[in-house]
């Protein structure tokens, strides 16, 4: 207990991060405590009020996000200079405001409600990559970590000025170009880590990413290569992600899957046959080419 509270006071309060640490643990709550609610709902407990609704609408949570961030935002930007109290606070309302929000990431992203389904796990990775984010500045490391070297910061010199200028530009670079092959969570460790941006940068692609579509598209062995390596070394990280993604937002509806592919089957197959063809059978031709032999015979009579 005193080997947390000297940390906090040394590596956070010291260092003005107060807020920045209200901010997570808003955040971190704030998702668990929606976690268990929408658990409680999914399983139907008697004695947990369940979804809040308008009428026929149903209100989502990202909406309650929306009005935390909103309110609070406000907040610190009007009371920008007051108490640190007071602004973590507004920090800590912050981030319950944003785990409401990115808890329904997905619904956000697809624009329709997948909560229970295969895409809603979208919404996990993006409260992860918020967490993991957060978590390292907390730590004290940030994208320019490098310029905390001696006096590279403060330097004002051309030399110091150029310097700056572009390690900032390299390493937002490498980070662009990790990001574009499909490797996010190395992008993102990598702008607080540089060596990762450079593996990353020069590996291979992943094959569904943008950079395969641009590179590899002319370039059947390489993206062979990709794919073989895909599949060898994200196999297990992939089972190991749909474990946790599945132990912290429940399995996706099979049910509601279900129902929802067979409205859409029925919608595509379910449609009027197309009216049949008129054949010409031996009345409808005798109809039709009486006229023209009665025209015939006049002609020739004339």
């Given at each position: 207990?005193?080997g947390?509270?000297r940390?906090l006071?040394?590596?956070?309060?010291a260092?003005?991060?107060?807020p920045?640490?209200c901010?997570?643990?808003?955040?971190?709550?704030?998702?668990?405590?929606?976690?268990?609610?929408?658990?409680l709902?999914?399983?139907?407990?008697r004695w947990?009020p369940?979804?809040?609704r308008?009428?026929?609408?149903?209100?989502?949570?990202?909406?309650?996000?929306?009005?935390l961030?909103?309110?609070?935002?406000?907040?610190?930007?009007?009371?920008?200079?007051?108490?640190?109290?007071?602004?973590?606070?507004?920090?800590?309302?912050?981030?319950?405001?944003?785990?409401?929000?990115l808890?329904?990431?997905?619904?956000i992203?697809?624009?329709r409600?997948?909560?229970?389904?295969?895409?809603g796990r979208?919404?996990v990775d993006?409260?992860?990559v918020?967490?993991?984010?957060?978590?390292?500045l907390?730590?004290?490391?940030?994208p320019?970590?490098l310029?905390d070297?001696?006096?590279?910061r403060?330097?004002?010199?051309?030399?110091?000025?150029?310097?700056?200028?572009?390690?900032?530009f390299?390493?937002l670079a490498l980070?662009?170009?990790?990001?574009?092959k499909?490797?996010?969570?190395?992008?993102?460790?990598?702008?607080?880590?540089?060596?990762?941006?450079f593996v990353?940068?020069?590996?291979?692609?992943r094959p569904?990413?943008?950079?395969?579509?641009?590179r590899y598209?002319?370039?059947?062995?390489l993206?062979?290569?990709?794919?073989?390596?895909e599949?060898r070394?994200?196999?297990p990280?992939i089972?190991?992600?749909i474990?946790?993604?599945?132990?912290?937002a429940?399995k996706?509806?099979v049910?509601?899957h279900?129902?929802?592919?067979?409205?859409?089957?029925?919608?595509?197959?379910?449609?009027?046959?197309?009216?049949p063809?008129?054949?010409?059978?031996?009345?409808?031709?005798?109809l039709t080419?009486?006229?023209r032999?009665?025209?015939?015979?006049?002609?020739?009579?004339d």
């Amino acid at each position: 207990m005193a080997g947390l509270r000297r940390w906090l006071d040394d590596s956070v309060v010291a260092h003005g991060r107060l807020p920045l640490l209200c901010f997570l643990l808003g955040f971190i709550v704030g998702f668990l405590l929606i976690r268990i609610s929408v658990r409680l709902i999914r399983k139907r407990v008697r004695w947990w009020p369940g979804n809040l609704r308008a009428g026929n609408v149903h209100i989502h949570h990202m909406v309650f996000g929306v009005v935390l961030v909103l309110l609070s935002g406000i907040g610190l930007v009007t009371l920008y200079g007051s108490s640190v109290g007071t602004v973590s606070v507004l920090s800590a309302v912050f981030g319950l405001g944003a785990a409401l929000v990115l808890d329904e990431f997905a619904l956000i992203y697809y624009l329709r409600d997948v909560y229970w389904e295969e895409q809603g796990r979208t919404s996990v990775d993006a409260v992860f990559v918020a967490v993991a984010v957060t978590g390292l500045l907390l730590l004290g490391f940030h994208p320019l970590w490098l310029l905390d070297v001696g006096d590279i910061r403060h330097d004002r010199s051309p030399l110091g000025r150029t310097f700056l200028s572009l390690f900032a530009f390299v390493n937002l670079a490498l980070a662009a170009i990790t990001i574009a092959k499909g490797k996010i969570w190395t992008g993102l460790f990598g702008m607080f880590f540089l060596p990762l941006l450079f593996v990353g940068a020069l590996r291979l692609s992943r094959p569904g990413a943008p950079w395969a579509r641009w590179r590899y598209a002319g370039r059947p062995r390489l993206m062979q290569r990709a794919i073989r390596r895909e599949r060898r070394y994200r196999r297990p990280v992939i089972r190991a992600k749909i474990f946790v993604q599945d132990l912290i937002a429940g399995k996706p509806d099979v049910v509601a899957h279900m129902r929802r592919a067979a409205e859409e089957e029925l919608a595509r197959t379910v449609v009027p046959a197309p009216a049949p063809p008129h054949p010409i059978g031996p009345s409808r031709a005798r109809l039709t080419t009486q006229p023209r032999a009665g025209r015939r015979r006049r002609d020739r009579a004339d």
